[in-house]
């Protein structure tokens, strides 16, 4: 496999005043012999960020959705428009209604119309990620991730309804993951199976490898008191080297993890590259 380069093409915050930032996240992932982009964003910066952090959207080989918000989704048909043909990796449940609800008013917060024609377009192969799914030599997708611990759920009110009636447990969230020399990095979209849940679940797969770094979105934004304890101690336990939350983390969770994690812990938004030797 080489070596892997992960570049944030989008997130809340960014490094450089040049790039623009918006509540999402996409993460661009090169190897030797592949160029996958994981999630889209909302597509509002995608394309300006990719432009100035000198990457060429026009290569993209994959595209690998963490599941089926709009934040994740948003920048699906530009990128489709830039390709002759392309793989896309994703849940079938991620195509379904999603629907977010706040004092009883509901959203709709899935993939829009215009992204969801551009999935169905000829180019696109569509790849069913139900169970772990290889995306190219050594770059894994979970696919649907078993719930397992008991103070983790999807951290908000989401639906597949309009009238908010049917609840939506998001079996569609699913996170990236590859082996390198100091064992299994993460990336995250907003592990909504909960980031303790896909952390076990990826040692699990990886015949219990240590995972170096977990970096992304952790929607720990709703978390109580008790989830942050348990999300922290699990982290100790599992011996994570290097957290990186970002996007839906929330500022209050990410206080947290700075004041336990100590040194661990480090911040990721837009703009930021890291290269990891596998």
């Known amino acids: 496999m080489g070596n892997v380069n992960i570049t944030i093409l989008v997130e809340n915050t960014a490094a450089d005043a040049n790039l623009g930032v918006e509540h999402g996240i996409a993460y661009w992932i090169e190897t030797d012999d592949s160029r996958i982009l994981f999630d889209t964003g909302q597509g509002g910066v995608l394309r300006r960020n990719a432009n100035q952090l000198g990457v060429d959207l026009t290569t993209?080989?994959?595209i690998v959705l963490s599941h089926g918000h709009y934040?994740?989704?948003?920048?699906?048909?530009?990128?489709?428009?830039?390709?002759?043909?392309?793989?896309?990796y994703a849940h079938p449940q991620a195509f379904v209604p999603k629907y977010g609800c706040k004092l009883g008013v509901s959203r709709y917060i899935g993939i829009s119309e215009e992204?969801?024609?551009?999935?169905?377009?000829?180019?696109?192969h569509l790849?069913?990620?139900?169970?772990?799914t290889e995306i190219s030599?050594?770059?894994?997708?979970?696919?649907?991730?078993?719930?397992?611990?008991?103070?983790?759920?999807?951290?908000?009110?989401?639906?597949?309804?309009?009238?908010?009636?049917?609840q939506d447990l998001l079996p569609d969230d699913q996170a990236v993951y590859f082996d390198t020399d100091e064992g299994i990095i993460v990336l995250?979209?907003?592990?909504?199976?909960?980031?303790?849940?896909?952390?076990?679940?990826?040692?699990?797969?990886?015949?219990n490898r240590p995972i170096d770094a977990v970096v992304g979105g952790m929607h720990l934004v709703n978390a109580d008191e008790r989830r942050l304890k348990e999300t922290v101690r699990?982290?100790?336990?599992?011996?994570?080297?290097?957290?990186?939350?970002?996007?839906?983390?929330?500022?209050?969770?990410?206080?947290?993890?700075?004041?336990h994690l100590g040194e661990k812990y480090a911040g990721c938004n837009a703009g930021l590259k890291f290269i990891f030797v596998a």
């Open 60 to 62: 993209t080989q994959a």
């Open 71 to 88: 934040d994740h989704t948003g920048g699906l048909a530009e990128v489709i428009s830039l390709c002759d043909k392309i793989k896309l």
């Open 115 to 124: 992204n969801r024609s551009a999935v169905y377009s000829e180019k696109v």
């Open 127 to 132: 790849v069913d990620t139900t169970e772990p």
């Open 137 to 166: 030599d050594g770059v894994f997708v979970t696919g649907e991730i078993p719930r397992v611990t008991d103070f983790e759920d999807v951290g908000g009110p989401f639906y597949t309804d309009e009238r908010c009636k049917k």
């Open 188 to 207: 995250l979209g907003c592990a909504h199976s909960g980031v303790i849940n896909t952390l076990l679940y990826i040692r699990q797969l990886t015949d």
């Open 234 to 259: 699990f982290l100790e336990e599992l011996d994570i080297k290097r957290v990186f939350p970002a996007h839906c983390t929330g500022d209050r969770a990410k206080q947290f993890l700075y004041n």
